[in-house]
């Protein structure tokens, strides 16, 4: 299955995006979804995850408060809410499935099965 993200572009500091995160033909009911970044010369990072089921998400330090992960069955797609963006939230945004049927997940890169080609999110005034 091919993942497509959407909803990158240029925001202001203190600004807010939405991403999307779609499998075009598939359904995402037996996937878990995480959201990933990789900034320019850093590694890739685990941002959050949402469960198969929607019951559970995780959310690592770095964005917990801020960002917030949704799912829409209904549409097979998942969102990631971005508030409060900073500078350092600059980075290309990924998703990717985690075959995981149930009420857990994880942001965990080697863990994924498949990958989104990634949108890019600037946070800059």
């Known amino acids: 299955a091919q993942l497509v993200e959407s909803g990158g572009g240029l925001v202001q500091p203190g600004g807010s995006l939405r991403l999307s995160c779609r499998a075009p033909?598939?359904?995402?009911?037996?996937?878990?979804i995480a959201w990933f970044r990789q900034a320019p010369g850093a590694e890739r990072e685990g941002l959050a995850c949402i469960s198969s089921l929607g019951g559970y998400t995780y959310y690592a330090d770095s964005v917990k408060g801020r960002f917030t992960v949704s799912k829409v069955s209904a549409n097979h797609t998942v969102f990631l809410q971005m508030t409060s963006l900073k500078p350092e939230d600059t980075a290309v945004y990924y998703c990717?499935?985690?075959?995981?049927?149930?009420?857990?997940?994880?942001?965990?890169?080697?863990?994924?099965?498949?990958w989104g080609n990634g949108t890019l999110v600037t946070v800059s005034s």
């Open positions: 990717a499935a985690q075959m995981l049927h149930g009420d857990s997940c994880a942001a965990a890169e080697k863990q994924m099965t498949y």
């Open positions: 033909g598939y359904s995402l009911d037996y996937w878990g």
